[in-house]
C-alpha cells in the first residue's frame, strides 16, 4: 500500500516501522524505501530526507546487494536537490562502522 500511495505511510508509519525492526529482511528494506520516498514526496523540513536516507545507508552499510538498491533514491535526491524541487541539506553523522 505505502509504495503505491505515499501519502498513506505517515498514519501506518509507527506500526509500519515497528513491524519492520521485528521482521527484517527485503519487507523491512521496501518499507523503510518506502517511507523515504513518502518523506521525499512532502519533507516535513530540509533535513527529513537526507537523515533517512544516511540511516538507510548506515544500517546497510555492510550489506552490498541492499546497499546498492538504495544508490538509485541517493542518485533521485542528489539530482532534486540540484534542480531545487527537494531541499539541499548536508546532514552530520558519527561513524557507525564497527572497529576492527
Known amino acids: 500500500m ?10 501506518a508509519r509507527a506500526e509500519g516501522d515497528a513491524l519492520a525492526i521485528e521482521i527484517g529482511g527485503d519487507l523491512a528494506l521496501r518499507w523503510r ?35 546498492a538498491q538504495l544508490r ?9 536537490e540540484a534542480e531545487g524541487s527537494l531541499p539541499s541539506a548536508m546532514v552530520a553523522r558519527s561513524d557507525r562502522r564497527k572497529k576492527h
Open 2 to 11: 505505502g509504495e503505491v500511495d505515499p501519502s498513506a505511510i505517515a498514519a
Open 33 to 67: 524505501i518506502a517511507v523515504v520516498r513518502a518523506v521525499m514526496a512532502a519533507p516535513p523540513d530540509g533535513d527529513a530526507v537526507r537523515e533517512l536516507y544516511g540511516e538507510l545507508v548506515d544500517r546497510y552499510r555492510d550489506d552490498p546487494e541492499r546497499l
Open 72 to 80: 538509485p533514491i541517493g542518485d533521485e535526491i542528489r539530482r532534486r
